[in-house]
């Protein structure tokens, strides 16, 4: 069955950077659209990026400049690079395959 595994979340400050995973099985990953989400405390699930099977990237307006998703087809490996990280970015993030989505990596963004 899928699965999506994600990982690489943490405490850091504000400005720093991390690098989210997402360990994918149980499907064709080079031919899947792959996306990150996040929920906030409080908030409902925000769309943070997309990637296609093509590689062609998409993310919102807000998020544009600072994150970076990326896939390798090697691994089945999705990545969410987040860079000039603040307190607002603070969440759960998700990798989801279209309606199926992990356990999800908490990111807490603080001095």
């Known amino acids: 069955q899928v699965q999506l595994v994600e990982s690489g979340g943490g405490l850091v400050q504000p400005g720093g950077s991390l690098r989210l995973s997402c360990a994918t099985s149980?499907?064709?990953?080079?031919?899947?659209?792959m996306t990150w989400v996040r929920q906030a405390p409080g908030k409902g699930l925000e769309w943070v990026a997309n990637?296609?099977?093509?590689?062609?990237?998409y993310y919102p307006d807000s998020l544009k400049g600072r994150f970076t998703i990326s896939r390798d087809y090697t691994k089945d490996i999705l990545y969410l690079q987040m860079n000039n990280l603040t307190t607002e970015d603070t969440a759960v993030y998700y990798c989801?395959?279209?309606?199926?989505r992990g356990q999800g990596t908490q990111v807490t963004v603080s001095s």
């Open positions: 149980g499907f064709v990953f080079s031919n899947s659209t």
């Open positions: 990637v296609f099977s093509d590689g062609a990237t």
């Open positions: 989801t395959k279209g309606t199926l």
